[in-house]
């Protein structure tokens, strides 16, 4: 191995898989980068080389061969296909898919959404309000493992509109998120500030220190379903955001003792059980509807979205252990009946959740 490091595992770390351990503990990126460590021989436990899905007992010695860090070069156009539900010549909507991350980072150099939106507009059709030229385009973020709904913007007066409209909570944003547990309140609001974490450089919490910032997040229950054999239940739920933090829904959640099925780093109060995941390997969380006045026009847009195909699978296989879907969870049934699923030739569309 070249420049290696050793993490000493602490009693909180037992059971996890190591993969998990080494993305949460911020020695790799992600998930997907621990574990190509891992098939390349670059961790070891107990001096020998180890497995992704090995579990971390207490008192490990895990060394690991950190990733080399990337300088970001010029963003450079990419033919990286784009999913657009609406353009004109201020702005676009589209569909992030999961794996893209939104602007290059140390982790990222390229391959990003807006390498490709320099490849589908063009530099001098994209709005520049950040002053950056790795964000040309870019308003918001979604987590790179987030799917769904959202905005980009191609002039710098429609860019900077849309900013000002999220700043100031006038752009409507609306999540699907499947979580552990079951919630017994119908709906409610998590109003706690968010700043970096104290012990993990690559995660967020709630602190009361001054450098959090307020975070203000809603919940709807759609649906609960029944705690199986290493489960102890979930619940469908409709977050919708006020505030923009980073990774707000996934870091609020966990607060409330109810994290998101498939998150990797946002584990704490997750069931040990690997299964309990029901087989993702990401968040189960979608940006299903967006709403916003266009900034240029005034013309009021929304946009509703079916689930990834991967969500609505988990949701089918779930539905023989539903309690039932809330009143909330009817209307949003009804307004996505009006949504086409995504077609996969030769595959039957998931159950219209």
């Known amino acids: 191995m070249a420049r290696a490091l050793c ?18 503990r911020g020695f790799y990126g992600s998930r997907s980068a621990a574990a190509r460590a ?19 007992a207490s008192g490990n010695a895990i060394v690991y061969e950190p990733d080399e860090v990337n300088e970001i070069g010029p963003c450079q156009p990419e033919p990286i296909d784009l999913d657009i539900r609406y353009e004109d010549e201020d702005l676009i909507v589209l569909s992030k ?9 140390p982790d990222h150099a390229n391959g990003t959404l807006v390498n490709a939106l320099l ?3 063009g530099a001098d059709h994209l709005c520049n309000v950040q002053g950056e030229d790795d964000r040309l385009g870019i308003v918001h973020r979604l987590d790179q493992d987030t799917s769904g709904l959202m905005l980009a913007a ?14 100031v909570r006038a752009v409507d944003r609306h999540y699907l998120a499947l979580v552990h547990g079951i919630i017994a309140v119908d709906s409610g609001m998590i109003d706690a500030p968010i700043a970096r974490s104290l012990n993990e450089r690559t995660q967020m919490a709630v602190r009361d220190v001054p450098s959090a910032r307020d975070a203000l ?34 870091v609020h959640m966990q607060y409330i003792r109810h994290p998101l099925v498939g998150d990797c780093v946002y584990t704490a109060h997750s069931p040990k059980n690997p299964r309990a995941n029901l087989g993702l390997e990401r968040q189960f969380l979608h940006s299903y509807a967006l ?7 005034e013309e009021a847009l929304y946009f509703r979205e079916n ?5 609505a699978r988990v949701l089918e296989d779930l539905a023989p252990r539903s309690r039932g879907k809330t009143q909330a969870g009817l209307e949003i049934a009804e307004l996505l009946e009006q949504v086409p699923w995504p077609r996969i030739e030769g595959q039957a569309n998931p159950r219209e959740f």
């Not at 709403?291 to 026009?297: A, K, Q």
């Open 291 to 297: 709403g916003f006045e266009h900034p240029i026009t």
């Open 217 to 250: 997040t809603t919940f709807r229950v759609l649906e609960r379903f029944e705690p199986g054999p290493g489960d102890d239940g979930y619940t469908l739920v409709e977050c919708k955001l006020f505030t923009g933090r980073t990774h707000q829904i996934r």
């Open 7 to 24: 993490y000493i595992a602490q009693p909180e770390d037992e059971g996890i898989r190591l993969d998990t351990l080494l993305a949460q």
């Open 97 to 105: 898919q999961v794996g893209l991350v939104c602007h290059p980072s």
């Open 307 to 311: 689930p990834a195909l991967d969500l």
């Open 38 to 56: 891992c098939d390349e021989g670059r961790v070891l436990v107990a001096g020998q080389p180890a497995v992704k899905k090995c579990l971390v």
């Open 119 to 121: 490849y589908h507009c």
């Open 154 to 167: 191609k002039t710098d007066e429609a860019g900077q509109g849309l900013m000002d409209a999220i700043s």
